[in-house]
C-alpha cells in the first residue's frame, strides 16, 4: 500500500493522513476482492487434463505403458520389477536392494558401469531405486537416443554378469550405507525398530536394506538365482514417459524385449498379519542430543477407501506451520522441536506415523501426552471448514505439481501400476476425484478408526550424550 500526501501543507495534518489511509485502504480491499473473484472462476474454469495412457501387454507378459508428451524432446524411461523386501525370505533379506546396486555390474557386451557412462555421455542421467513393494530403474535422456537405452536395458535383463569381485565389493558399500542410515542415524534406527514392533509376521517387518546377518551370508549364488526369478518379463512393466510416439515405443519394446522368453511367474503369497490387540512399547539408546517418541499405527494399503482420508489425516496434523501439531507441540507448549505425520501408501496395510522430538527441559511424557490429546481431538470433532479447505488444497496442488515433468509421472504412473491391485496405472487419473470427494468427516472417522490404543505402537529414543 502506498500512501500519498502534500509535503508543503499537509505534513503535519493527521486527519488528512488518515483519510488517505482510508482511501487506499477501501482501494487496496477493492482490489483483492476482484482478484479473489477471478482467481475463483478461474479455478472453476481450469480442468485439469487426464494422464494419457497407453497400455500393452507384450506376448511374453511384459506390461508396456506410454505417455506421450512432445513438448521437448526428451523422455524418460523407466523399468520397474514387481519385487521388493516383501518378497524376500528369512537369510536373504536386502537381496532385492543388493541387487539393484550390483544391476550396473556389465553384461558381455559392456562393463561394469558402462552403461552409467553412456548415458552421462548422450546427455542423460541415470538412477535406482527398492522399497517393500518394487525395485525401479530409470534413465532420463534425449529422446533421440531412446532405441539406445532400450537396449541396454534389454541386455542386462537377460544377461547380468555379476563378477564375484564387483558383487563383493558393493557388499561394503551397502553396509557402509546401512551404518549411516540406520546405526548411526536416531531417526532412522527407531524407524527399523518400529518395523520390527508394529509386524510381527509381515514381511513389511524386515527393512528393505536386510540384517547385519543376511547381508554378511549373501552370495553372488543367492543374487544370482533371485535374479534368474524374478527378473522376468511377465513380472516386469516398462514405462516411458516424454517425446516418444507409440508405434515407436511399441516397435522398440518388440524388438529389445518381445523375444525374452516367459519366466516360470513366482506365486507370492505374504504371511498375514494378525489384528494387533494391544499396544507396544520398546525404548532404545543411542547416541543423541535430543529424546524422540515414534507412534505409528498399523493403517491401510493404498487400495483401501480410507487411505486418501488418511492422507488428509497427516496433512491436518503436521502440514505446515498451521498444522495442529505444530501449533501446539513446538510454537503454543514448546515440549518439542518438530512433530510430523504421514502416512504410507503401499500394496499392503502400511503404518501410519506421528514423530517428535523432545524440547530440552521437558519430558517424553510431556510430548507423548501432548500427541494423543491432538488426536483426542480430531476424534472428537471434525477440522474447521477453513482448515478442510487448506489442506484440500495443498493435497490436490501437490498431486498436480507432480504431475508436471516427465520422470515424475513415470514414477506415479509406475508405482501406482505395481502398488494398486485395483486400478494400476490408472490410479494417476481417479486420484483427483478420490480427493474432492474426502470429506471432513471422512478425516474424523478414520482418526477414530486407525489412531486407537489397541493399535498403538511406540518406540522411544533415550539419548546417550556424546563424549
Known amino acids: 500500500m502506498i500512501i500519498y500526501y502534500n509535503d508543503k501543507n499537509n505534513i503535519s495534518n493527521l486527519s488528512y493522513i488518515i483519510n488517505n489511509l482510508i482511501l487506499n485502504l477501501r482501494a487496496e480491499i477493492s482490489r483483492f476482492a476482484q482478484i479473489k473473484n477471478n482467481g475463483q472462476e478461474n479455478c472453476e474454469r481450469m480442468k485439469i487434463p487426464k494422464v494419457e495412457i497407453y497400455k500393452k501387454v507384450l506376448d511374453n507378459g511384459l506390461t508396456l505403458i506410454l505417455n506421450e508428451n512432445h513438448k521437448l524432446p526428451i523422455c524418460t524411461v523407466m523399468v520397474w520389477l514387481r519385487v521388493g523386501g516383501r518378497n524376500e525370505n528369512p537369510g536373504i533379506t536386502g537381496i532385492s ?61 537377460m544377461h547380468l ?13 551397502i553396509k557402509e550405507e546401512k551404518r549411516l542410515r540406520y546405526e548411526d542415524s536416531p531417526f532412522g534406527k527407531m524407524y527399523e525398530t518400529m518395523c520390527g514392533l508394529a ?29 534368474k526369478k524374478w527378473y522376468v518379463p511377465e513380472n516386469t512393466v516398462i514405462v516411458i514417459s516424454g517425446d ?38 520398546k525404548r532404545i539408546q543411542m547416541e543423541a ?45 514448546q515440549v518439542a522441536t518438530f512433530a510430523s505425520a504421514s502416512c ?34 480430531i476424534q472428537r470433532e471434525p477440522v474447521s471448514d477453513r482448515d478442510y479447505e487448506r489442506i484440500k488444497n495443498m493435497v490436490e496442488s ?48 478414520v482418526a477414530k478408526k486407525y489412531l486407537i490404543p489397541e493399535r498403538k505402537n511406540i518406540v522411544i529414543l533415550d539419548p546417550i550424550k556424546r563424549n
Not at 269 to 277: C, G, I, L, M, Y
Open 344 to 377: 504410507e501408501g503401499s500394496k499392503d496395510p502400511g503404518l501410519f506415523q506421528i514423530m517428535a522430538q523432545v524440547q530440552s527441559g521437558h519430558t517424553i511424557e510431556e510430548v507423548e501426552a501432548a500427541l494423543l490429546r491432538e488426536i483426542e481431538n
Open 97 to 157: 536392494h543388493y541387487l539393484e546396486h550390483c544391476y550396473s555390474m556389465g553384461t558381455q557386451r559392456f562393463g561394469p558401469r558402462e552403461n552409467s557412462w553412456l548415458i552421462q555421455r548422450i546427455g542423460g542421467t541415470k538412477n535406482a531405486f527398492t522399497s517393500q513393494d518394487f525395485t525401479a530403474y530409470y534413465s532420463n535422456i534425449p529422446s533421440t537416443h531412446f532405441e539406445t537405452v532400450m537396449d541396454m536395458e534389454a541386455d542386462r535383463f
Open 244 to 281: 516418444v510416439a507409440r508405434d515407436r515405443a511399441v516397435q522398440t519394446a518388440e524388438l529389445y524385449f518381445g523375444g525374452i522368453p516367459k519366466g516360470s511367474s513366482a506365486d507370492l503369497k505374504t504371511a498375514d498379519e494378525p489384528p494387533q490387540q494391544s499396544e507396544r512399547r
Open 398 to 445: 501437490g498431486f498436480i505439481h507432480a504431475l508436471e515433468t516427465n520422470d515424475n509421472r513415470a514414477e506415479m504412473i509406475g508405482r501406482y501400476e505395481i502398488v494398486s491391485r485395483k486400478f494400476g496405472s490408472q490410479y494417476v487419473n481417479i486420484s483427483l476425484g478420490l480427493i474432492e470427494k474426502t470429506t471432513k468427516e471422512d478425516i474424523q472417522r
Open 289 to 333: 542430543e535430543l529424546s524422540s517418541l515414534l507412534i505409528a499405527y498399523r493403517a491401510a494399503a493404498i487400495d483401501d477407501d480410507d487411505y486418501i482420508p488418511l492422507v488428509f489425516l497427516s496433512h491436518v496434523l503436521s502440514a505446515g506451520h498451521s498444522s495442529r501439531l505444530y501449533q501446539a507441540l513446538v510454537y503454543e507448549q
Open 161 to 173: 554378469a555379476l563378477p564375484e569381485e564387483h558383487v563383493l565389493s558393493e557388499k561394503e558399500v
Open 199 to 227: 509386524y510381527e509376521h509381515h514381511p513389511y517387518k524386515n527393512m528393505v536394506i536386510g540384517s547385519w546377518d543376511d547381508l554378511n551370508t549373501m552370495t553372488r549364488q543367492d543374487m544370482m538365482a533371485y535374479y
